[in-house]
């Protein structure tokens, strides 16, 4: 099946660093601290961790005299796929942020940075607000560039190639591609942004980004 587009999920709370490092994701690899973030002028850090099998962005405001307040966590998995197109990914699981910072840029800074270090990967069940993401926010970054994966139930990955054999890249704009990528949770939960297919008889598959060379 496609990645299936489901109405979005229950309320999460987010971890922050240390919280992350009791569940054995406790190596920060990379971090970034936005200074002057929004209306309200914040110091944003965001902490990249990993542990043997996955990972987190751990996105916390940071405030002096007082402990980091997490506002969003990005989980991802870890992939083994050596020697595949899906090699050194990492297969997003979860994205949220609470509601006030929500819309504000968080994600694609969160994206960007998993990005520098792995190949990036979209689960195979997104949200409307993840689906929406991928198409406009991934499909249309000046450094990325987004793949078209399947997932054979037996075999390796491969992309989707055009008539030339090149891999399709994936832009917001190809919404002739839209129906071989997404499906729907249900026939009749149309998409309001996404030509998502309503038929659920194709191979998996997931989106990949990665930063032009």
Known sequence: MCPTIIADVHEKIPLSCSTLAEYEINTIIDAKI???FGPNQLSVRFSLMEGEHCGAVSVEIIQEKSLPYPI????FQKLSDS????????????AYFIQDFRGLGLGITVYELIAKHYLLVSDTIQTHDGSTFWKFKLGDH?????HIVYLPKSGIPYKMVDRNGKPEIYHYTREELEPKIWGLESPDAVHQFI???SEDTRSNVVLTATFRK
């Open 83 to 94: 020697g595949t197109c899906l090699e050194k990914g990492a297969q997003i699981k979860s």
């Open 195 to 197: 030509n998502a297919s």
């Open 142 to 146: 000046d450094s990325l560039e987004v």
């Open 72 to 75: 969003g966590n990005v989980d």
């Open 34 to 36: 936005i200074e002057n």
